[in-house]
Structure formats: structure tokens, C-alpha cells
């Protein structure tokens, strides 16, 4: 082996050697500070699944907070809602007592000619066979009752609220207004209607027999004048018995 070629071999192994030298020195260096990205890459992933979960929380008590102030909002409105009814209730019961109240002073100028009453089925409002023939014979008196009015009283029986039975009275009065106008072609403004609901029974809620009776409308032709009007009587047919009328609950 002549010089140059032991020369060539020397330099070969000396940059081998450096270069692994270099290598390690690389490999020493860089090593802590990849293990260190790494923890902070760790770290980083941990507080950001930290942070998602502490605003979910957050998100999920806003929706209680919200949903909770919902429901108080709905429960005030209700609330309004069933004060606005309490006091159209109020002022409809007024209303019915001031009509009353006219209507009784009115009469006092007038005085019965004849007068009957026709009873209805259990929550009906429809004229029966026997209510019609009974209405008949007391409007065939309307011809010869000078400076006439004619009343009309719906009643109920016990059985329901209050304002469904003033419905239900005033319901029934209607039909009886309805028939008198329609087929006794007595004039609307000779008609008083009166709906009393349940405040005027005339027997007692507590039997069958009595509710039966109770579910009724009065009527009655009154005349202002003494000329021409026969003494107040009671058609034989005015009051149907209580078997028209079903069983009541």
C-alpha cells in the first residue's frame, strides 16, 4: 500500500468517525427537547379536553337556568290567564244581576195571565212533545191579552258549575224564545229572557225527582192592563212529569 492510498484511508475513517460523533451529539440533543414537545402536546390535548368539558357544564346549566325561567314565565301567564277568567266570570255574574234586577222592576207594573213551565232531559236543551203543547195552549191567550210581555225563565238542575248551568238555562230559554218567534210569531221585543241557571230551584237537587223538576223553563204571558185579561191560570198540560225527561246522574 503506497502513501497517498494509506492517506485516502485515514481521512475516510476520521470523517466516519466524526460523522457519528455528530450523529449522537444530534441525537443527544434533540432528544429531550422532542420528549419535552411531547409532554407539552400531552398537556395541551389534556387542558383542551379540560376546557370543552368545563363549558359544556356551563352550557348545560344556562339550559337548566333558561328552561327553569321558561317555566316560571308559563306558570305567570297561566296565572294571568286564570285572573282575566276569574274576573270575566265576575263581571258576567254582574252583568246576569243587573239584567235580573231590571227585569224584576219592570214587572212590577205587570201581573200574570197565564203561566205553565216545561221540563228538559238531563243536560238537554230541546223542546219535547209535551213542552211544545204546553207553550201552544199559553200563547193561544197572546191574542187576546192586550199590552202583553212574555217571560221566560231557564233553570237547571244542581248536577255542574255554575257557568255551565247558566249556559244550559239560557240555552233552553232560547228554544222556548225560538218556538214562540218562529211558530207563534210572537214579536222579540215581547219576550223577557231570564237565564237563573241552579239559583231557583223549585224542589230539592237531592232526588232524581227533584233535579227532573228543576230542569224546566217558566213562562209566563203578563199584561200592564186590567181591560181584557183573564185571571192567571196554569194550563192542565203546562207541566210535563218527570218521565219525559231522562234519569238524571
Request: overall charge positive.
Amino acid at each position: 500500500m503506497n502513501r497517498i492510498s494509506l492517506t485516502l484511508m485515514l481521512a475516510a475513517t476520521m470523517i466516519a468517525s466524526i460523522g457519528c460523533t455528530t450523529k449522537n451529539y444530534v441525537r443527544q440533543q434533540t432528544t429531550p427537547l422532542i420528549n419535552k414537545t411531547n409532554e407539552l402536546d400531552d398537556l395541551n390535548a389534556k387542558n383542551s379536553r379540560e376546557i370543552k368539558d368545563v363549558d359544556q357544564r356551563a352550557q348545560a346549566g344556562i339550559q337548566a337556568v333558561q328552561a327553569k325561567a321558561a317555566e316560571v314565565d308559563q306558570k305567570a301567564l297561566a296565572a294571568g290567564s286564570d285572573a282575566d277568567k276569574a274576573q270575566l266570570s265576575a263581571n258576567s255574574a254582574t252583568q246576569r244581576v243587573d239584567a235580573l234586577t231590571n227585569a224584576v222592576v219592570n214587572l212590577d207594573n205587570y201581573r200574570p195571565v197565564v203561566e205553565t213551565a216545561v221540563h228538559f232531559g238531563f243536560n238537554k236543551d230541546n223542546l219535547t212533545k209535551d213542552a211544545k203543547e204546553a207553550i201552544d195552549q199559553l200563547a193561544a191567550s197572546v191574542a187576546t191579552t192586550k199590552g202583553y210581555i212574555i217571560t221566560v225563565e231557564g233553570a237547571t238542575d244542581s248536577v255542574g258549575s255554575s257557568e255551565y248551568n247558566y249556559d244550559l238555562s239560557q240555552r233552553r230559554a232560547n228554544a222556548v224564545i225560538q218556538y214562540l218567534a218562529a211558530e207563534k210569531s210572537v214579536p222579540a221585543y215581547k219576550i223577557y229572557l231570564i237565564g237563573l241557571g241552579k239559583d231557583k230551584p223549585v224542589e230539592s237537587n237531592k232526588t232524581r225527582d227533584g233535579r227532573a223538576k228543576n230542569r224546566r223553563v217558566d213562562i209566563r204571558l203578563m199584561t200592564n192592563t186590567g181591560a181584557g185579561a183573564a185571571p192567571a191560570q196554569t194550563p192542565s198540560s203546562s207541566s210535563p212529569t218527570a218521565s219525559t225527561a231522562p234519569p238524571s246522574l
